[in-house]
């Protein structure tokens, strides 16, 4: 063999176990650096929250701006009422000879009521509302206690709808119709359902003033009594 032709092939020889011995420069991504889990619809929703919001933050309390806190009102003015009765005896209910009926009648009446206000649109309390007529000579007389829910529905829109409210009553109460003092018809554990409107424009101090018109109806098996009263409320909230 020729000198040159060995060299050569030593040569060869030489840079084949260099390309072995050496390692591959191209890197893989790890399986975990690729590998995606998937991301729930919580996890979705917090990345698209902004940064600057903090999910543990609490909500922003708005302040009262009309009424809070502790409630007591009053309520007087004219009141019409009639009213229909028997005897609170079994064997007299539903007998013609024994019906009582007092008629439309006029006096005075009003409710009285104590509790809270949650919202500037909201309270809830519990109270009495009664008072008597005379009509033909016979007087009817009753009332009840009752659960109170005052409302102010259209208060989100401002202005004087933040003082115009509804109201609701139901409860337990007693009515009767006397001539003189004999009991001709009576009601005793009589449901006492009402509604109501009324409108709070004025104000001092933590009093409101207003007019207010409230209706309820008193029933039992034997009663039935309808009382309309149409007068001034006056309310003390405890805030703001």
């Given amino acids: 063999m020729r000198p040159w032709l060995g060299a050569a092939c030593g040569l060869v020889v030489v840079g084949c176990a260099a390309l072995a011995q050496a390692e591959p420069t191209t890197s893989t991504a790890s399986p975990q650096a690729v590998s995606r889990e998937p991301v729930s619809s919580e996890a979705a929703a917090s ?7 903090a999910p543990d933050d609490p909500i922003p309390f708005s302040p009262a701006e009309r009424r809070s806190g502790f409630t007591l009102g009053i309520m007087g003015g004219l009141l019409s009422s009639t009213a229909r009765g028997y005897p609170n005896d079994v064997a007299k209910i539903n007998l013609p000879e024994y019906e009582a009926d007092a008629g439309l009648g006029f006096s005075t009446g009003g409710a009285l009521w104590l ?23 016979l007087t009817s007389s009753g009332g009840a206690f009752s659960v109170r829910i005052e409302s102010f529905p259209l208060f989100y829109r401002g202005g004087p709808w933040r003082d115009a409210g509804l109201l609701l009553t139901a409860g337990l109460g007693g009515y009767s119709i006397k001539r003189g003092k004999e009991i001709l018809a009576q009601g005793e554990g009589t449901s006492a359902v009402g509604a109501g409107v009324f409108y709070e424009p004025w104000r001092w101090w933590h009093l409101s003033f207003g007019p207010q018109l409230e209706y309820s109806h ?21 805030g703001p």
């Avoid at 039935?224 to 007068?231: E, W």
């Fill in 47 to 53: 990345q698209a929250v902004s940064p600057d919001a």
């Fill in 218 to 238: 008193q029933f039992s098996r034997s009663m039935s009594a309808h009382t309309l009263v149409l007068g001034v409320r006056t309310v003390f909230y405890g």
């Fill in 115 to 137: 509790g809270g206000t949650l919202t500037d649109w909201l309270s809830l309390g519990i109270g009495m509302v009664g008072g008597s007529t005379e009509s033909g000579g």
